[in-house]
């Protein structure tokens, strides 16, 4: 949701949805659905996603004079970036991260630094003050 205020410093404010965690239980029906052989379709996987890349950002016309978001490049604001081929570039990290999801944002925030490729704004709302 992105809110929008006037002014000598205008000011936009994104509210983005709660970042939501799988259960136990999903995990445990996900787990049963594994069939034998899923290595060989991990690595098909793999290679369909090589090149593979998503990028939201925002960029404000002007500069910007305060903000919380964390990934600020200019008067641009990275909200998520995914690059599938540099996060699979440290497969035991990537590994680790499929079979052992995050549970929280403090988890989350503990992977995304093990990865390059990956950037997820967690700052609820993020605040950006521009000229």
Not at 9 to 15: F, G, H, M, N, T
Not at 103 to 124: D, N, R, V
Request: aromatic content about 8%; hydrophobic content about 35%.
């Amino acid at each position: 949701f992105f809110k929008f205020i006037k002014g000598n410093a205008p000011e936009l404010i994104i509210d983005r949805p709660d970042i939501e965690f799988a259960s136990d239980t999903e995990d445990e029906i996900e787990n049963q659905d594994s069939e034998p052989g899923s290595d060989e379709n991990s690595e098909e996987t793999m290679k369909m996603m090589e090149g593979m890349s998503i990028n939201i950002s925002i960029e404000v016309e002007g500069s910007i004079v305060s903000t919380n978001a964390k990934y600020v490049e200019d008067s641009k604001i990275t909200l998520v970036q995914m690059d599938f081929s540099e996060m699979m570039k440290n497969k035991e990290d990537f590994d680790d991260f499929k079979n052992n999801e995050p549970e929280s944002i403090e988890e989350l925030k503990m992977f995304l630094e093990k990865f390059p490729g990956m950037k997820l704004e967690t700052q609820k709302p993020i605040t950006i003050k521009f000229q």
